[in-house]
């Protein structure tokens, strides 16, 4: 039992310290040089770059700017992904390996650059990155990390302890990498966006693209914006053209608490190598320092409940940190490819001028300005050196062809779990603020009683492919254990690749 309260409801502190402007949705046909579906760090770094060319860019969200998984990082900056680098170098190697760790490199000059140019106040401040363990095992797989570091060429240090008041055995450091405040720093990119041209549409949906002489998106409100290259960047390509995307990564989701302490955050960002994975960094919130304990990645749609998830990371502070108040807790998802590299160019072979940029592991921050780097490259017809490294179009037999059969045997485990499922439950003990699945004329029908105990039913057959979604209990969500989609409480669709809503369902 944990001393203190989580918050009821998710709200990352970085939307609760900003105010982000607003946006109408779309009312008439447009027409642009670029038109770019996604508000998160991708699709706003591509609009600034490409506005400071003088390109006319449109960019659509199908909600608000900012309240996808950009809203809801870590917001480390930094070029060490976890222990990826030895495992880059025996997949792809050296040279590839080391493309990777340039691009993050430039990723993160990029940011301060941009942060020193144009005056952001956003808290950037630079910070050691560790990796650390306290398992005997992932000792060899550190010092192998350290390695894979020395080839390529990266400053590090391997120690056998650090400033955090946790049992470690040894860690490893990737100096002088940084942290900051991702919403404050991209309000300041969509103000100068602003300023330079940029037409921003909130609450407008893209569903479709239709690819004729020239490419236009489609929305659902029925308008269309007609333009020489479109930048997919709403996390899901919310436009596959068959090339199964949803079968070439897969969705999680992790956790993050927010709380104050009575230490003082002695300075760096931590994330441990093993399972279950502990992510640690300090903020600043109205003069008050957080400390963000992030972590307790599952599959989307698996596992168990999502608040027990929620209170493992709880008792983790507790336990270590002399916890003042629970502050905060939210949550993201996140898309990992099948060989890790995200896919960042040409949604297919054939349709050069629709690009994409997705599957950024957690490390959202760094591949995401890279990826906007990549395609604004494209379109200006600019060189760029890391083009070829993240074609989605790439094939490696080794580990992607393992992995491609490891994720669609998963989802067809689920597809059939999902419908055999016995549903035992009844409405008549459903508690307020809870949910279950029941059957309505022999349909399985997923009920969510309200606070005000309002009922609000929807069929729980995922409008994807058709598995069985579950209910998320942290985020008060219908998450759909195959590829990932996210649906509301009313069924509205929150994250694709599902297109269509969970139809409404009455008892009667
Ligand atoms: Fe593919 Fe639900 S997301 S079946």
Redesign the pocket.
Known sequence: MTDFQLPKFPEPSWRDTVKLPSFPSIKENVEADVGIVGGGITGITAAYLLSKQNKKVVLLDAGELLNGTTGHTTAKITAQHGLIYDEFISHFGIEKASLYYEAATEAKKFIEETVSELGIECDFNQEDAYIYTNSDSYILQLQKEKKAYDEIGIKSELVDEIPLNIPVKSALIMKNQAQFHPLKFLKALVEACVKNGVQFFENTTAVDIEYNKEPAILTREGKRITCNHIIVASHFPFYDKQSFY?SRMYPERSYVVAVTSDEKYPGGMYINAESPTRSIRSTKDDGKELWLIGGENHKTGQGKSTMDHYEALQKFAEDHFHVQQMEYRWSAQDLTTLDKMPYIGPITENEEAVLVATGFRKWGMTNGTIAAKVLTDRILNEENKYQELYSPSRFQADPAVKKFMEINAD?AKH?IKGKLEYTGSNIDNLKADDATVIRVKGKRTGVYKDSEEKLHMVDTT??????E?KWNSGDRTWD??????RFSYTGDVIE???KKPLPKREIN
């Not at 995922?462 to 598995?467: D, F, I, R, S, W």
């Not at 759909?480 to 989609?485: Q, T, Y």
């Open positions: 949803f989802v597809l995922c409008t994807h492919l058709g598995c979604v759909c254990p195959c590829h990932g989609s694709g690749p599902a």
